[in-house]
């Protein structure tokens, strides 16, 4: 009896949206795979550019791990989630979309496919915050 329960629970488990697929970045936003080569990094309350771009450059060195030098690019600017509807996202990528600008600007953006920073740079902004700051993030 107590085995069928089990599998009872995994099956409904399984059949849930895909809340356990979520890789956690360092400042704690939702990250998933969107193809087999980009990924998108979903909003929380009040995330910014900087915020986005923490999250894809973890995601690239602790899942994917690139190298420091490896660019980071927008696949598609901060709009709808794929994974979390009703949310905002943007999907990032190790290379380039067909036909984007890749020149860098003056100001950190997401607002721009084809836009990048380096993977080491993205990482960067996994730490500017202060101290206060941590005790709101966890």
């Known amino acids: 009896m107590k085995t069928a329960i089990r599998l009872a ?65 927008i696949w598609k600017s901060e709009g709808p989630s794929v994974n979390r509807p009703g949310r905002k996202a943007v999907q990032f990528s190790m290379s380039p979309p067909s036909g984007a600008d890749t020149s860098t600007g003056y100001s950190l953006s997401v607002k721009r496919a084809g836009d990048n920073l380096a993977r080491h740079a993205a990482v960067q902004y996994c730490y500017q915050f202060d101290e206060s700051d941590i005790w709101n993030r966890w």
């Open 9 to 73: 629970l995994v099956a409904c488990l399984a059949c849930l949206p895909s809340w356990g697929a979520a890789w956690w970045s360092f400042n704690r936003l939702e990250v998933f795979p969107v193809s087999e080569t980009a990924w998108e990094v979903v909003a929380g309350v009040g995330t910014g550019a900087a915020d986005y771009w923490c999250g894809a450059g973890d995601f690239a060195q602790r899942v994917l791990g690139v190298s420091a030098a490896s660019r980071i690019y």
